[in-house]
């Protein structure tokens, strides 16, 4: 079944009923015949829009092109103002160097700066598999630190995996607004 199926508009001569209850400007106008809520419509350039599906189908006067127009208007804005990222993901190993260390952090630092989440993997071989503990307090822990500026640790860091450590970091907007002001 598809959510986003449009529901139908039933206006103007296409409302299927003898008797109505129009609604204008959020106030009743009681029950009346479908030619004389037409005729309503009709004097005042409106359109006649049908809004539940009653015994007596209740029905609204509005510019129903206008309304489109508003309504698309803020669905845009929602959108507009909706804030989309994505989750990049940085490989390391326990064994890692400084330099190298510090140069995935830069691109880190470049992901969180765009707006995006970053899932750091610590990768394991062998025998480093027996030294879990110390892999992640000395490799992801330093690596969060580097970049505690602009980020927060979004998930702390956890073994999903035999041989892979997980962590999630992401962008903190009020750590960088203190760090411009």
Same mark, same amino acid.
């Not at 015949?33 to 309503?40: H, V």
């Not at 206008?66 to 064994?95: C, D, G, M, T, V």
């Not at 000395?138 to 041989?163: G, H, R, T, W, Y």
């Given at each position: =079944? ?29 029950? =009346? ?24 189908? #209740? ?28 989750? *990049? ?13 510090? #140069? ?14 970053? +899932?750091?993997? $610590? ?10 503990? $110390? ?18 640790? @979004? *998930?702390?860091?956890?073994?999903? =995996? &035999?041989?892979?450590?997980?962590? #999630?970091? +992401?962008?903190?907007?009020? &750590?960088? @607004?203190?760090?411009?002001?």
């Amino acid at each position: =079944m598809n959510k986003h199926k449009k529901k139908k508009v039933i206006m103007n001569e296409y409302i299927r009923a003898d008797q109505v209850s129009v609604i204008q400007d959020k106030e009743k106008m009681g029950a =009346m015949s479908l030619n004389a809520a037409l005729n309503m419509a009709e004097d005042q350039g409106l359109d006649l829009v049908q809004v539940s599906d009653d015994d007596i189908p #209740t029905c609204r006067l509005m510019d129903y092109k206008q309304f489109l127009y508003k309504q698309n208007k803020k669905n845009a804005e929602i959108k507009r103002k909706s804030k989309s990222f994505e989750i *990049k993901e940085i490989q390391i190993r326990p064994r890692i160097g400084q330099h190298d260390l510090d #140069t995935k952090a830069r691109h880190a630092r470049r992901f969180l700066e765009d707006g995006n989440k970053v +899932k750091v993997v $610590l990768k394991l071989r062998g025998r480093e598999m027996a030294h879990v503990d $110390l892999n992640i307090e000395n490799v992801l822990k330093q690596f969060a630190l580097q970049l505690d500026d602009i980020s927060s640790i @979004e *998930k702390e860091p956890k073994q999903e =995996m &035999k041989n892979r450590i997980f962590m #999630t970091i +992401k962008p903190d907007p009020s &750590k960088s @607004e203190k760090e411009q002001a």
